[in-house]
């Protein structure tokens, strides 16, 4: 990347560093943007303003107290349990003589493949009698009657599929760590145990945080694993109280949406202050990560490790695999046959990637504008439209489909647009579009100056050079970003129930249906044909991108 430094200092120079204001479109179609994003919130903080019964009644109830606890307490637990198995996974598979520890960096992020409520119907459908693990336990004679529900059901889920969202960070940060202050403290006689505690703990600690912030915002949203585990959190409610008590559902929509944008905040808050603390300690040192020999605790640890993956992404497979083939053999034995036809699996499987890809195309076109006023301006605007672009992300989901749903049968002039395509791909723009935005930006500063500077002198206008320098050059970034909007796209459930058209059908949504009409077997294939795909955006966007990064 070209150097802006060198950059002579003209008056085109410094006007496309920084220094000069952005052009008048490009501040306008910003705004428009977080106008735009920031539409949703506003419609619900809005309506919870203007409902029949006070706000502050209706919160203060204890039908919103209850429901409010109950979200906080299991955010905190699966917030707590993340940061300590993530962080002691990814401590084991980067500064430990953790036998396969190349095979154990690749497999311990892939949970992040499950939607949370498929792993939680895996867990559940495994339980029951004809499930893998049922039947397993009656081989050996154990009748098994436990059952996975309420608080517990929920923490072990989330906890399961959630602890990547800080296993990544952790990670990431302990294979770039300065060494000298950990040989330092070697010198001076410390053992393992304390220069963990005492120089590696303070380090990693805002990559701790920031991940489990992260879990906490991901809980806070969840609505499929709670609904199967039936736990009542704040977005069961919602949804529960959306048609016969909408004045109740917005105010706890509202409340969700404060609670999300303060986790916002405080992660914001962690970054920079971990951002900080990088630049002050991570240029002593450039050496390799002192490997700490685990001695005794090799076995226990290796056990350990194992124990979770098994948990996390193979017993889900092998109980989903199982239901599976179980519906496939009872239909070749001339028994009832699977309730699928190719139509029941070919259709949902294209409208989640045709659906996923115009949202992730819709996304990335639409923070590119946002990306050009971060990268080239320094400008007030921009940090504004930024942030409010970012707060898009947290707000759950089913809050933002909520607030379109009402939004385009109140609003008369946009009634055509009530359970169609574009509220559905708004939505999903909204909640996912801020992924994007980084890798945008990263993209758009990664052009060199001179060649646009180049193609200006040649007489190239504005849209010519867009697609005949930037684009070509940008390409690998937005094609990231838009991956990871993809991804996400194709795993969300609450905002494609309430939104899409009648009759579009996703894996997601088929999923869910299949299972609440208790056909599992169904259920499992189209679950299998999901985790397919994810698997292999996930491998291609997180895990071998993090593997090039060490």
Known sequence: MTDITKVPRTGTARRRTGVGRPPKPLLATAI???????????????????????????????????????????????????????????????????????????????PLVYPSFVGAAAFISGLTPGGVVHDLAGVFGIELTIRLHGLVGSWLVLTLFTYPYVYLPVAARLTTLSTAFEENARLLGDGPRRVFLRVVLPQVGPSIAAGSLLVFLYTLSDFGAVHLMRFETLTQTIFRTRLFDRDRSFALALLLLVLALLVVAAERTVARSGTRRGARVGAIGDRRALVVPLGRWKAACTTATAAVVGLALVAPAVSLADWGLFGWFRSRRGGTGLRLDWDDVVAPTWNTIWVSTVTAVVAVAVVLPVAYLLARHRSRVGGVVNAVVVAGFAIPGLVVALSMVFWTLHASPFEFLIGSMPVLVFAYVVHFGAQAVRTTQVAVEAVPLRMEDAARLLGAGRLRRLATVELPLMAPGLAAGAGLVMLSTMKELPATLLASPIGFRTLATQIWNTYEALFLPEMAVLALVLLAISATMTWLLVIRRSEHLR
């Open 32 to 110: 428009l943007i977080a106008a735009l994003f920031a539409l949703p919130g506003g419609y619900v903080a809005w309506r919870a303003a203007g409902g029949s019964e006070s706000p502050l009644a209706l919160l203060g109830s204890r039908q919103t107290l209850d429901p409010l606890w109950r979200t906080v307490q299991l955010a905190a637990l699966v917030s707590v349990s993340t940061a300590l198995l993530g962080t002691g996974l990814a401590w084991l598979t980067t500064r430990t003589d953790l036998p396969l520890r190349r095979l154990w960096r690749v497999v311990v992020p892939l």
